[in-house]
């Protein structure tokens, strides 16, 4: 079992992949979310964000976590104060802008 799998089973985490999964692969380019802000404190675009943005831009931000927690966990190397604490600080420092 995955670490995704271990914390849906565990109740720790509630989330489902499955039927919202559509959304994120609907994320691309035309979705404001996508590249980074250019505005002051990457503020995003306001203007041009539609309610129907949101949605795969959240799914594929909450995949991508996943990714960079299942890395952490699939890691062989012995736990080290950077792979124990640093590493995990920086979850979902990537390109999510929500």
């Given at each position: 079992m995955n670490l995704a799998g271990a914390l849906t089973a565990?109740?720790?985490v509630a989330f489902t992949m499955g039927s919202h999964s559509a959304g994120a692969a609907g994320f691309g380019p035309s979705n404001p979310f996508h590249a980074p802000s250019t505005l002051?404190?990457?503020a995003p675009?306001?203007?041009?964000?539609?309610?129907?943005?949101?949605?795969p831009a959240i799914e594929a931000g909450?995949?991508?976590?996943?990714?960079?927690?299942?890395?952490i966990a699939d890691d062989p190397a012995a736990p080290t104060f950077e792979n124990t604490f640093e590493i995990p600080l920086r979850i979902g420092c990537g390109s999510a802008q929500l």
């Open positions: 565990s109740g720790a002051p404190l990457q675009p306001f203007d041009k964000i539609k309610d129907s943005d949101y949605e909450m995949a991508e976590q996943l990714r960079e927690v299942q890395a």
